[in-house]
């Protein structure tokens, strides 16, 4: 007999699974992904991941086998953690909430993590900031037996360039399949908003959708605020359009909410906007359409159009997305620093995966094994959790995926534009001056606000602090925060990052009494 343990997720080729695994669709949606986990783990036994499409990690306890069976989807869309405790139990499930209230759990902190951290201003890795708990990577399954644990990786990226495709072609792949995938979305029952920035992977989404609103957060300076750009558009699609407008003290009220419900350290400084992004569309809707995963595939950030000039010294410092602090910094203003622990050795595996391919797809391998999931992902999911609402993210799919990996690098980016091939399939359903605008990313005011007195005292609070001086000197980041304040704003990633760092220190182990 097998039980489902834990599961959050959520299957898109539910209907043709319940055909092939013979469970009656009118069940309601938590008792039908339920009985297609049970019965295709029956059916496919450990293979059963492979036939699934969408978000999701779960546990399965084999009764006969007297086995648990733990697994997370191929890109790391919803969290997995484990951890064992001293008398051998295994404590597991997808909030680390839930695992450290529980008995056998010893909180303590894994201060190597915090190098690792400065640098990416995420958890990235299999290691947290929790000593002893780990995180089940994407595309893993975990097994315990009699006490022990053993790790199957069940999917990896792979890249094979198939030249014999010209752009309009892969266009025209991109398009259909995200067709499909928009079918299997959301059930005829169901009503989502769509998430709508000024780019064009939102963009694409919610003209490919039914979506009858889009959301948008914003801001009073016209510098950073992307709604005026994103209203245009939702005019243009025939939508409404409803825009969170972020002031500075809601933003700074809301950094200890943000961190509580991250449960880890996130340094995004837009995560702090997208938690409040989806209080508010969670106050219209339940579900909502988001378009993470498109830049990582189809090569859509500014600096992979540098890829082949970083050529093979990628491999010496290409940890990802961000590299906000170098060793030699964190040496300085570390009360306690390993010179063993470098980002660097998080990425050598994938490196040694990608050997003989361009340098742009192990660019774009780096940030989807350990950028998607230790950044967007955790941020999408945890922030929509706590606000009550479901984000379902189209453009993440195995399926997307296919596509860019085959897809050659010339078609992601030139000297002109990036996203190319996805840009020229975007086209098809919205003007080029959307399809093609330049990429901004979710950009955030903070690096004014961070030095404004009127709003930044819990920010000097804490950099001034004894828990500051626990980990950092004092000195440093002083001088590093009297440079910020005195003209040299290109310094706030390094505060926002270490302040996001205190902030949820303070919420796990001093507010909780733990802090020695």
Same mark, same amino acid.
């Given at each position: 007999?097998i039980?489902?343990?834990?599961y959050?997720?959520?299957?898109?080729?539910?209907?043709s699974?319940?055909?092939e695994?013979?469970?009656?669709?009118a069940?309601?949606?938590?008792e039908?992904?339920?009985?297609?986990?049970i019965?295709?783990y029956?059916k496919?036994?450990?293979?059963?991941?492979?036939?699934l499409?969408?978000?999701?990690?779960?546990?399965?306890?084999?009764?006969?086998?007297d086995?648990?069976?733990?697994?997370?989807?191929?890109?790391g869309?919803k969290?997995?953690?484990?951890?064992?405790?001293?008398?051998?139990?295994?404590?597991?499930?997808t909030?680390?909430?839930?695992?450290?209230?529980?008995?056998?759990f010893?909180?303590?902190l894994?201060?190597n993590?915090?190098?690792?951290?400065l640098?990416?201003?995420?958890?990235?890795?299999?290691?947290?900031?929790?000593?002893?708990?780990?995180k089940l990577?994407?595309?893993?399954?975990?097994e315990?037996r009699?006490?022990?644990?053993s790790?199957?990786?069940?999917?990896?990226p792979?890249f094979?360039?198939?030249?014999?495709?010209? %752009?309009?072609?892969?266009?025209?792949?991109i398009?259909?399949?995200?067709?499909?995938?928009?079918?299997e979305?959301?059930?005829?029952?169901?009503?989502?908003?769509s998430?709508?920035?000024?780019?064009?992977?939102?963009?694409?989404?919610?003209?490919?959708?039914d979506a009858?609103?889009?959301?948008?957060?914003g801001y009073?300076d016209?510098?950073?605020?992307?709604?005026?750009?994103?209203?245009?558009?939702?005019?243009?699609?025939g939508?409404e359009?409803? *825009?969170?407008?972020?002031?500075?003290?809601?933003?700074f009220?809301?950094?200890?909410y *943000?961190?509580?419900h991250?449960?880890?350290?996130l340094?995004?400084?837009?995560a702090i906007a997208?938690?409040?992004g989806?209080?508010?569309v969670?106050?219209?809707t339940k579900?909502c359409?988001?378009?993470e995963?498109?830049d990582?595939?189809?090569?859509?950030?500014?600096?992979y159009?540098?890829?082949?000039?970083?050529?093979?010294n990628?491999?010496?410092?290409?940890?990802g997305n961000?590299?906000?602090?170098k060793?030699?910094?964190?040496?300085r203003?570390?009360q306690?620093y390993?010179?063993?622990i470098?980002?660097?050795?998080? *990425?050598?595996?994938?490196?040694?995966e990608?050997?003989?391919?361009?340098p742009?797809t192990?660019?774009?391998d780096v940030d989807?094994?350990?950028w998607?999931?230790?950044?967007i992902?955790?941020?999408v999911?945890?922030m929509?959790?706590a606000?009550? %609402?479901?984000?379902r993210?189209p453009?993440?799919?195995?399926?997307?995926?296919?596509?860019?990996?085959?897809?050659?690098s010339?078609?992601? *980016?030139?000297d002109?534009?990036?996203k190319?091939?996805?840009?020229?399939?975007?086209?098809?359903?919205?003007?080029?001056?959307?399809?093609?605008?330049?990429?901004l990313?979710?950009?955030v005011?903070?690096?004014?606000? %961070?030095?404004?007195?009127q709003?930044?005292?819990d920010?000097?609070?804490?950099?001034n602090s004894?828990?500051?001086?626990?980990?950092?000197r004092?000195?440093?980041?002083?001088?590093?925060y009297d440079?910020y304040?005195?003209g040299?704003?290109?310094?706030w990633?390094?505060?926002?990052?270490?302040?996001?760092f205190?902030v949820?220190?303070?919420?796990?182990?001093?507010?909780?009494?733990?802090?020695?």
């Open positions: 007999m039980q489902l343990k834990t959050r997720g959520h299957i898109r080729n539910w209907e699974l319940c055909t695994l013979s469970i009656d669709k069940l309601s949606r938590k039908r992904e339920e009985a297609i986990l019965r295709g029956e496919w036994g450990n293979a059963l991941p492979d036939h499409y969408g978000m999701f990690a779960f546990a399965l306890y084999d009764m006969e086998a086995a648990l069976i733990c697994v997370r989807d191929q890109f869309t969290p997995f953690y484990y951890y064992q405790t001293n008398d051998g139990r295994l404590l597991y499930g909030m680390i909430r839930d695992i450290i209230s529980q008995d056998g010893i909180r303590e894994n201060e993590m915090l190098q690792i951290y640098t990416l201003t995420y958890v990235g890795g299999e290691d947290t900031f929790f000593k002893g708990l780990k990577m994407p595309g893993c399954l975990l315990f009699n006490g022990h644990i790790i199957k990786r069940y999917w990896k792979e094979h360039t198939d030249d014999s495709k010209s %752009l309009a072609d892969y266009a025209d792949e398009h259909a399949t995200i067709q499909t995938i928009m079918q979305i959301k059930t005829p029952d169901e009503t989502a908003h998430f709508l920035s000024g780019g064009v992977d939102s963009s694409y989404v919610l003209a490919m959708s009858k609103c889009a959301a948008s957060c009073d016209e510098r950073f605020d992307e709604s005026r750009i994103a209203a245009k558009t939702a005019e243009l699609l939508v359009h409803a *825009v969170a407008k972020i002031t500075p003290q809601q933003y009220d809301i950094v200890p *943000v961190m509580y991250m449960e880890q350290p340094g995004d400084a837009s997208f938690a409040l989806c209080l508010s969670a106050e219209h579900l359409y988001s378009g995963g498109a990582e595939f189809f090569g859509g950030y500014n600096m159009r540098n890829a082949e000039r970083y050529g093979e990628l491999k010496t410092f290409y940890v961000t590299n906000i602090m060793e030699d910094e964190k040496a203003i570390l306690h390993d010179p063993d470098v980002p660097i050795n998080l *990425v050598q595996q994938i490196y040694a990608t050997e003989g391919l361009d742009l192990k660019m774009s989807i094994q350990l998607l999931e230790g950044d992902y955790l941020n999911d945890k929509s959790t606000a009550g %609402l479901e984000i993210m453009l993440t799919d195995r399926r997307i995926f296919d596509i860019a990996s085959r897809m050659p010339k078609y992601k *980016v030139n002109e534009q990036n190319v091939a996805f840009r020229t399939a975007a086209a098809k359903v919205l003007p080029e001056e959307i399809a093609f605008r330049k990429k990313g979710f950009i005011p903070i690096r004014l606000w %961070l030095a404004d007195e709003y930044n005292a920010v000097r609070r804490l950099l004894d828990i500051c001086a626990k980990f950092f004092p000195e440093e980041i002083k001088a590093i440079e304040v005195g040299n704003s290109d310094l990633r390094k505060i926002w990052t270490i302040y996001s205190l949820w220190y303070e919420v796990y182990f001093v507010k909780c009494g733990l802090d020695a």
